[in-house]
């Protein structure tokens, strides 16, 4: 009595596209962002995130907000980030192998300074944010939740909005401590429309709204040797480690639509419901380490991702539900350890190298995923990276720093198994190469 099983698709996809109108044009999003897929900043694309946790740049609102109290001057910092990815998929029944070569094109602000003079304290009170807009700040929420008969892959594509806010502050000899806020946004759309069997519209009322969610990361740094020997040199000198602390964050959007057919379905009409998730980033829990010479450091981070809690998260998606499916046969993931290396030196006194390395693990436990066909694979990344700073200004009062940096992430091969719709399987073996550039321009006050 409910119609066709074929207008009750193309009432769903009225829904769905409509919505779409009120969030963005529909792109190849991820389950990601450029914080843990590349890194924020040229320094942290340089270096594959090994020293982010010590960096004083504004990036540090996401990766360890304490260390914006490493310089305590003010900063306005501007960069782009142009991510290139070659992923592929092949398999005997694709006409290419090549899943997406779609880039991500980031424009990049952030300031960071130091309200403690609002107080009558004195005490240094650091504030810092930075934001990420993608395809060079012309698209601001970029999404797609799909499922896909020729695989698509979990972390790359066009990157959401990125947002994040923090302050920090010294609290003993050495020890400072930060609390930044990731902000994402859940959207939910309400449709209401008279429609005809040929799919022409009337009456149609639709309502919007997008509510930000805010997520927190925690940060603390130790300067080893101002904690434990402040008045002498021991061997606890130049040394420095780190913690922090990632809740999980994700974007959503919920369509709840009512169509009713001349004719075909009367009042109250069909009712659909979408609801799906976007650009998940785990929980995480991060430490690092780094020795700091006479001009150069180095060091390195571990970091632990909580991946599995992707599974129950999937459970509430209406179009990633595996509901249907045999519970040994859905979609799993794993928790990932993540290990980073890297080091800097300083040429003199105004040019610096870097590099990283890092090995990361893919969460995707699951290589048959019926209708949704993930695939993600294990990657090695390597980054270079070099600073200059310009000291000659004649206007300015601080030098003014150029970062620019330089990232290859190669996808390992893995053997997937992929299912359409209809349950027929293709063996298909994933891999792909990435590179990506940053560039950004500092200026201190």
């Given amino acids: 009595m409910f ?28 389950m990601g962002n450029i914080g843990t897929t590349y890194g924020v900043m040229p320094i942290d694309v340089a270096t594959a995130q090994s020293l982010s946790m010590f960096n004083d740049q504004v990036s540090a609102t996401y990766y360890n907000p304490a260390a914006l109290t490493r310089d305590d001057r003010g900063e306005l910092t501007t960069g782009i980030l142009h991510a290139e990815q070659e992923l592929r998929s092949a398999n005997p029944n694709a006409s290419g192998d090549v899943v997406s070569s779609s880039p991500s094109q980031h424009v990049l602000v952030g300031m960071k300074t130091n309200l403690g003079s609002l107080t009558r304290f004195g005490h240094p009170i650091y504030l810092g944010f930075i934001a990420g807009v ?29 947002l994040n806010l923090g302050g920090a502050t010294p609290i003993w000899r050495g020890i400072s401590v930060g609390v930044s806020a990731r902000i994402t946004l859940d959207a939910t759309a309400n449709l209401d429309a008279v429609s005809t069997l040929g799919g022409e519209t009337s009456r149609e009322r639709l309502a919007v709204n997008a509510e930000p969610q805010v997520k927190t990361i925690i940060g603390t740094t130790v300067d080893l040797g101002s904690t434990f020997c402040p008045e002498s040199n021991c061997f606890l000198q130049g040394w420095e480690t780190a913690f922090t602390y990632r809740t999980k964050s994700s974007a959503s959007t919920a369509v709840d639509s009512n169509i009713i057919v001349s004719q075909t379905i009367p009042d109250p009409g069909l009712s659909l419901v979408v609801s799906t998730i976007d650009s998940f980033q785990p929980e995480t829990f991060g430490v690092g380490a780094q020795y700091k010479g006479d001009g150069w450091r ?32 859905r979609i799993q993931f794993d928790d990932t350890i993540i290990p980073r290396l890297g080091a800097e030196y300083d040429l003199n006194k105004n040019f610096s190298v870097r590099g990283g390395v890092a090995y990361e693990e893919s969460p995707l436990k699951t290589t048959r995923n019926p209708e949704i066909n993930y695939l993600d694979t294990d990657k090695i990344v390597v980054g270079l990276g070099i600073s200059a700073t310009y000291d000659r200004t004649r206007l300015l009062a601080y030098p003014v720093r150029l970062d620019l940096g330089y990232q290859y992430q190669k996808l390992q091969e893995r053997d997937f198994t992929l299912v359409d719709f209809d349950g027929n399987e293709t063996a298909a073996t994933a891999d792909g190469d990435v590179h990506v550039i940053s560039g950004s321009v500092t200026l201190k006050f």
């Fill in 134 to 162: 993608e395809k060079y700040g012309k698209e601001m929420l970029a999404f797609d939740s799909q499922t896909s008969n020729s695989g698509q892959f979990l972390q790359y594509g066009k990157e959401p909005l990125f």
């Fill in 298 to 329: 180095v060091g390195g981070s571990v970091e632990q991702q909580n991946w599995s809690e992707l599974s129950d998260e999937f459970k509430g998606d209406t179009i990633k539900d595996q509901s249907t499916i045999p519970a040994s046969s």
């Fill in 3 to 30: 119609g066709s099983p074929r207008f009750a698709v193309r009432a769903l996809s009225l829904a769905i596209a409509t919505a779409s109108v009120g969030f963005s044009g529909i792109a190849s999003a991820s």
